[in-house]
Every structure is written in structure tokens, then in C-alpha cells.
């Protein structure tokens, strides 16, 4: 496979063209578990601005990010949220600790004391300017235009109800993350999502870091100008009961330059317990991100279906 299928946001939503998209879409979702997503409404500037100001962030003094690290957040599991130093994340146990700085935020609402929920310890805008409101902006262009649309066709694939998406989505659980990968070797282990769906907007660069696990061998995945990359994660392959893949991948990084990427980690609304058409999987969403970071963060036995992967 020279490159991955591309997918329209646009046109899966338009009336004369919803149909063929819809099956195109179908046909990503089945035999790669990745595609890239294109005329997806985010302005390009958005992305832009929210990558320099990580940059931004990230060439400050380690003491001053540390401060901002997960001792430091409020957020159950403070894990979920702030800082994280290079090789502080094991994604999987035999290739040890990534070599990857990064920060994680999420919808930010004070009042919701829900697990993932909640508000993250941010540095101002005296620190890190445009930081958090960089990366908000571009969360807000990410539930409005492009959360909702693809989540709906997505359900509408799996023959889920009528209203099904908008029932378990509202809200959505996001954790949303900017990792660096320095240019001297940056790494993020072979790995399955937990969630529902990632959306990933990365920098343009020559580099092809990230990599996917297809037919038996690791396919690189190029960066596309105005498109960003999709990948289905191990809650929507239970919902679909299989029939949509959560493909393995990993980052390989060194290059002339750092590589930053914002993935968009899209889980249902935390309270959700959901069962797949077949019945064949059932499953508190709580239940299994809390799982998941337990994994991570305590038993260091990696992130979503790691230890299946040879
Ligand atoms: O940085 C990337 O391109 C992908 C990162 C990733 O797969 C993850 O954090 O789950
Ligand atoms: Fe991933």
C-alpha cells in the first residue's frame, strides 16, 4: 500500500456526495484502521499557531515545565493531565521508556469533577504565550466541526440508532496532547488507542515518522498538507465487534528538525456503558480508560492492546 485512503469531510457530509464518501469511509475503516482526513474545516492557521507555541513551551528551562508536571494537576487521574518529561511515558514494556516530551489538556470545564474531567494546571501566558489558548482554540474548531460530523457517519456505519452518537458524546471525553520528539531520536513504542477515534494534525515534515502496522510489515505514514491523519482506536473495534481495526503504530523520529504532534484522543462521555450490535463486547467507558492509565502509569505494561503486539 503506497499511501493511505483519503476521506472527505466535506463531502461526507453533503447530501449529493454523503453515500459514496460514507462507503468510502467504510472501506478505511475496515481494511486499514487509518486514513487521512481532508477538506476537514480546521484552518491551517490554527494548527500553526497551536505547534509554535508548543515549540514555544517546550524550549523553556525543564524547572519551569516541571512545575506544570502531574504532581501539580487536579484532574483524577492527575496522570491525564500538564507535563510529562522525555522518557516520562512507557507505551510499551520492551521498548522502555519513549523518548518524548509532552503535555496533555482536556476539555476544560472546573465544574465537572467526573474522572478525565476538570480543569488542567496551565503555565499563563506571562510563560508560554498563546500556549493554552492556542491549543483550546484549535480543541473548539475540533468538537464543532470535526468531532460531531465524523462521529455521526461513523455510527451510522455501524448501524448504531438514530441519535446514538449525540446520546454517549455530550460530552465527548477528550484528551487532547502536543508531543515533542527531538531531532536526535524521538520515539513513542508500538501501541493501540483505547478510545474511540485520534485525530492527529502534525507538522509537515520530510521525515516519515509515524509508522502502522499493515500486512505484516511497518508502513510509514507521510505527513499530507491540509489533511491529518485518523486512526481508530480499541473502543470503536469493540463496538463495531471487530469489524473496524485499531491498528498498531509507532513513532520512529530523527530528523534535521523536533517533530511536534497534536493528537486528539476522542472517547464517549465518560458516564457511558456500551454495548456493540452483536453484543458480542460491553463496556464502561470509565472502567476501561482508568484500566488503560493503570497500565500506563502503574503497571507499566503499555497503552491500549501493546502486549498482544510481537
Ligand atoms: O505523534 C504521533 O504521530 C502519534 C502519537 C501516538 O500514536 C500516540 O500518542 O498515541
Ligand atoms: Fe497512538
Redesign the pocket.
Known sequence: MSTLPQISLAKLTADATRREERQRLQMACEEYGFFYLIEHGTPREQIAQAIEASRRFFALPQSIKERYGHASQEVYPTTARGYSPLHGEM?HPEAGADS?E?FDLGIENAGDRRPFAGRTHFPDDAVAPGFAQSLLTLQATMLTAVVPQLGNALADLLNLEQGWFRRHFSPPTVLQ?V?R?PSSGGA?AK?T?NGFF?L?P?EELPTR??QVWFGGRWVPVPSLPDGF?V?LGDMLQALSDNRFQSTP???VHSGPTD?I?L?F?IYPDIDARLTSQKRQHTFSVAEMMLRNYESIWERGTG?GRALELQ
Do not use: E
Open positions: 507505551l518524548k509532552l496532547r508531543i520528539y513513542c501501541h488507542d485520534t492527529l502534525q515518522s509515524l491523519v486512526n503504530h509507532q513513532v517533530r504532534s493528537p484522543f497503552a
